[in-house]
């Protein structure tokens, strides 16, 4: 597995449209402190800067993309022995494996330099100590007991640190401490407290104490309101989407996208006219250059006949789910089969309310529920042969889907749509020139990452920057796409109130073609 990642890193970034912008930050060291991903960033500024000790010339793109591949492969192992631990026989904690390493989801965000998976061994690690916790319910708690919850603490903390979204695994831990502690005949409530107390007050603790240090020392806010409201993030400015009579569809959406590529739709021009009339705001200039770049006509049905066995499969899994045979009995196995169910529970009720609440559509949040579904479902299912069989079509028909669906288009830049619109001014930019553009976010990371330039939005209204650069040809060129007059769709709000390009207007006739970039001119302003 881990050879095929190598192989199959992602060049193309318009699935992980944030990985771009993330790897040029790190490689600039620029904006290490995101607060939606508190050390995401520093943490791969800090192994980025390991490898060009030893050498290493390039940017930051490829030592990102091992730490998510790292953290990928780990949690597959920790899939299989917390598997093993709740009952799953082998063949059935494989599987499991499987399902998530070959998912849409987990498997696009293992070759990303993006936030996604780095956090969740942290969460499974988390649930291996929940399950060794044993009882909380009677007397004072052991000394070992202590520091498990210590430790479940201080997990729950990185976890939440690395990406925020598993600030919400605090109260999850907190409520499966209170089932296992409701479980236990000798229950004594001040037992239950300690053991709340310890594990909350240590993963808030590192936690705020990660906010306050940043939001103090190398942000410089002067007080507790102004590191609260940074450390919100995104949530300060409300939810993605409201929620609608819609918003059952776009979760459904949601959680297949981060199971199966749904890229192969646009393959078909039938289908991709239809899809566009389904999201009329949305641009899918992206998927319909990938599918008909990247996606083969032999790769298509292959991918085809994969989704139809897939849904075959996992539809016969789901009816088997009420088949269980009988394994014996094994106390101990049944104490931590019924500690993980009820922490599964729990676990992915939280998350599956946060996600519908802020981006239902969107499969990266819903890649950090994809493991520990697949431990729930191999942990129930009967270990029959034709369960087995039938769990293994599954692995297959996933891998053949969303391997020639996702994960090789993504790897060869010539499917990459944003490559093939940036590539002329990737070949014409030289160090110190200024891009003026407009075009989506993930458009302007590809343009950065390309050209090592940050581009200037003609919708902002940074005209500092593009004034300092008109005075003087000593730093370099100015550049401006058609773009900047004549914006493609893009469904996002403008970045401002368009003073840039008012600015470009009062010179627009001075400007000279230069040169061509996909559908685009590039000009160039003559300078003092």
Known sequence: MGLLHLCTLARSHNEAEDAAQYIVDVTGSDDLFHPNHLFFSAVNWVNYRVWTAFGYAGNAAVPMQLVSAAAGLVSLYLIYRIALRVGATPQMALAAVGWTAFSFGFWVYSLEGDTYLVPIPFVLLSILLLLELGSVGHGALTRGAVARLAGLGLLSAAAALLHQQYVFLIPIVSIAIVLIWRHDPGRRASSLIAAIGIYASTAIIVVAAGYIAVGVFVLGYDSAFEVIGWARGHASNGMWEAVSPKTPVLVLVG???SVFSINFLFHSPRSADLIAKAFPGKSLAEERYLAEYGISTPGFVLIILAMIAAVVAAGWLVLRL???????????????????????????????FVITIWEPDNPEFWVAVLPVLAILLASRLSPRKRVIAASFVLVVALFVANFFGAVWPYSRTGADYWSMQNRGFAELVRKGDVIVTECPYVCRGNLALMTDVHPIAASSDAVDRLAAALVSSENGRVLVSS??????????????????????????????????????????????
């Open 255 to 257: 959680f297949v996208r």
């Open 483 to 528: 773009w900047a007059f004549d914006a493609p769709a893009t469904g996002e709000e403008p970045a401002g109130s368009g003073k840039v390009r008012a600015m470009l207007n009062d010179v627009r006739d001075q400007m000279i073609e230069i040169g061509r970039s996909g559908d685009q001119v590039i000009y160039q302003i003559p300078q003092a």
């Open 322 to 352: 009420s088949r269980r045979a009988d394994r014996g009995a094994n106390t101990e196995i049944d104490m931590r089969q019924w500690v993980f169910a009820r922490f599964a529970v729990v676990y992915l009720i939280v998350n599956s």
